[in-house]
């Protein structure tokens, strides 16, 4: 048994098809994949949905969002998901793509701050807003059940519509107006996506210097200026995060989980969790 949080692919949303799935649209009128996801996952695929009716709660990343309608869901591979409840009366529409399947035409969704590690993930949006996202995400499910000789295209250009149709609105709620970033920020934001990439692995500040090819200090000053967070505590942050949802899985040992992690052992492991939490890994076994 893997004690890898589980991945899903978008292929595991779909039926059997003959070509692996790049994009898929989840309705009320659709039967919805019957995959364990009361159970912390990550995905390979990226999502953007609003909620019509009924309640839920999502986790992400362990921080929970209560959801109803007009609810905005924009919830990125970067992170772990868990839907602990949905009410049976929940509905909403979503989209389900890959980022091969947007990037074919040149967009980078990196460049979009929602679908960041550390963004808000679900917020309420007024009426007007709500209509107008409900409105684009139906014209999607309408070409997404169409049969056409250019249906990948068409999705594709009504996605790009959504995601910059979401970038406003995202910012208005959460981000102050700015015109181009800094070279400080730009360090910052590649060293937190280096960071959600390979912080299970490599945990020494100078890895990440090398790979922005800057000085270790360099970017220790940088990280604390820009973010008001130390570097060595985003990569702390990260491997708890993973700790904290591999911990509850009682089928894993607290063994198996160090070794996860990249551990030397699981006293190194026990150490590391104690100063960063205040308890064991047993300590918070126990309180769960």
């Known amino acids: ?3 890898n949080v589980p991945v899903y692919q978008l292929t595991a949303l779909t039926a059997t098809e003959e070509k692996p799935a790049a994009v898929f649209f989840l309705g009320p009128n659709c039967t919805a994949p019957r995959l364990p996801i009361d159970r912390p996952y990550r995905s390979e695929y990226y999502k953007i949905g609003i909620v019509l009716r009924g309640s839920a709660r999502l986790q992400v990343n362990l921080e929970t969002y209560d959801l109803g309608p007009n609810s905005l869901m924009v919830l990125s591979p970067y992170v772990i998901k868990q839907w602990p409840h949905l009410s049976d009366d929940c509905d909403a529409l979503s989209i389900f793509f890959t980022k091969e399947f947007v990037s ?16 808000r993930h679900v917020f309420t949006l007024p009426p007007a807003e709500a209509a107008s996202i409900t409105a684009l995400l139906r014209t999607i499910e309408q070409k997404y059940d169409a049969p056409h000789a250019y249906r990948e295209e068409i999705l594709r250009s009504l996605i790009h519509i959504l995601l910059h149709e979401t970038a406003p609105i995202y910012s208005a709620h959460y981000t102050s107006p700015t015109t181009t970033l800094t070279r400080s920020q730009l360090i910052a934001a590649d060293f937190k996506k280096l960071v ?10 100078a890895f990440y210097a090398d790979k922005l090819c800057i ?8 990280v604390r200026e820009t973010t008001g967070k130390r570097a060595v505590a985003w990569l702390a942050e990260a491997v708890l995060l993973e700790a904290h949802v591999l911990l509850q899985n009682p089928a894993l040992t607290i063994g198996q989980i160090a070794d996860t992690l990249h551990f030397a052992d699981q006293s190194t492991f026990g150490r590391f969790f104690r100063t960063n939490t205040g308890v064991s890994p047993a300590g918070y076994r126990q309180r769960l």
Do not use: I, Q, V
């Open 1 to 3: 048994m893997s004690a």
């Open 104 to 119: 074919a035409s040149g967009l980078n969704l990196d460049a979009f701050a929602f679908f960041e590690r550390d963004a």
């Open 196 to 205: 959600n990439t390979h912080y299970a692995t490599e945990r020494s500040l």
């Open 215 to 222: 000085s270790p200090k360099h970017l220790a000053e940088t």
